[in-house]
């Protein structure tokens, strides 16, 4: 079962109405308006999350904080996401949430979540001004990152098992995919 929308009856929801919602170990995101439900991820997206979540917080700056899923980023009053990782300037978070953008939105594929982490979340990571977007796949050990440039997503790498890449965004980091997992 993939991701599930629910479309708003009579009107668009919005970040107050998630925060309304009692916590039922589901995870809850919005975007543009609409109630997205994810299934909780298999082990290899765990795992992969687990072990790259601390890679990138061994290589953090003092200044920037790491955090994995839940960690919530609000876009706009209509978009609420959870990335597995989100990178982030300590000074951007608020009292609750973040107040701008992450540096770095990590996502994680699962076969739930594969078209709506590759097409939707692009999309709106992109028009909200995510400086970086990773997608690691933990069944073929295999990490595509992109940046903006001009306002739109750029690939700047794809490794697969054997292969490593050095990051210089948000921080310099050396990720090898075929690693990730057990």
């Known amino acids: 079962m993939g991701a599930m929308t629910t479309l708003p009856r009579g009107r668009a929801r919005t970040v107050a109405y998630i925060e309304a919602m009692p916590d039922d170990g589901q995870l809850y995101e919005l975007i ?42 609000i876009i706009d009053e209509r978009t609420w996401v959870e990335p597995d990782i989100t990178v982030a300037r300590k000074a951007d978070f608020g009292d609750k949430y973040l107040d701008r953008p992450p540096l ?10 594969r078209i709506y982490d590759l097409n939707t979340k692009f999309a ?15 069944h073929e050990l295999r990490l595509v990152a992109w940046e903006l440039v001009d306002g739109r997503y750029v690939e700047v790498a794809d490794v697969g098992p054997g292969e490593s890449w050095t990051a210089s965004r948000p921080f310099e980091i050396t990720i090898a995919p075929g690693e990730l997992t057990d």
């Not at 770095?104 to 979540?113: D, G, M, Q, T, Y």
């Open 104 to 113: 770095l939105a990590v996502e994680v594929l699962s076969p739930s979540n």
């Open 32 to 73: 543009d308006g609409v109630l997205v439900v994810t299934p909780t991820p298999e082990w290899r997206h765990q795992v992969a999350r687990d072990v790259l979540l601390g890679q990138l917080r061994a290589a953090a700056p003092r200044d920037v904080r790491v955090l994995g899923a839940p960690a919530a980023a």
């Open 124 to 138: 709106r990571y992109e028009r909200a001004a995510i400086a970086s977007y990773w997608v690691v796949d933990p």
